[in-house]
Nanobody
Framework: QVQLVESGGGLVQAGGSLRLSCAAS????????MGWFRQAPGKEREFVAY????????YYADSVKGRFTISRDNAKNTVYLQMNSLKPEDTAVYYC?????????????????WGQGTQVTVSS
């Protein structure tokens, strides 16, 4: 079992920045591919970014490309999402997820473990 806990969400004005963290505990002997997803009110959960198990490769949704950066520190069992130039449409609950098979994917059903989410609200 792997437990994931997100933190760093909050209220920020448009154009501002936030850094989300996702701390993993439990069965963390092997590093996993990690992803960030988000879900806005009344909308389906959508992919934001993923990073390979060793941090060697990343991929972003078009809507956040150039503004968000995913990174990881395996020594700390933590994944980060640096969010810059935030827009009101970035408002959502953000979730991190772990993929045990080290598969990098944008499909949420292929992830094995999920955090509880952290709220990000961007005011205009």
């Amino acid at each position: 079992q792997v437990q994931l806990v997100e933190s760093g969400g909050g209220l920020v004005q448009a154009g501002g920045s936030l850094r989300l963290s996702c701390a993993a505990s439990g069965r963390t002997g092997s590093a996993y591919a990690m992803g960030w997803f988000r879900q806005a009110p009344g909308k389906e959960r959508e992919f934001v970014a993923y990073i390979t198990w060793n941090g060697g490769s990343t991929y972003y949704a078009d809507s956040v490309k150039g503004r968000f950066t995913i990174s990881r520190d395996n020594a700390k069992n933590t994944v980060y999402l640096q969010m810059n130039s935030l827009k009101p449409e970035d408002t959502a609950v953000y979730y991190c997820a772990a993929q045990m098979g080290r598969v990098t994917t944008t499909r949420d059903y292929e992830y094995d473990y999920w955090g509880q989410g952290t709220q990000v609200t961007v005011s205009s």
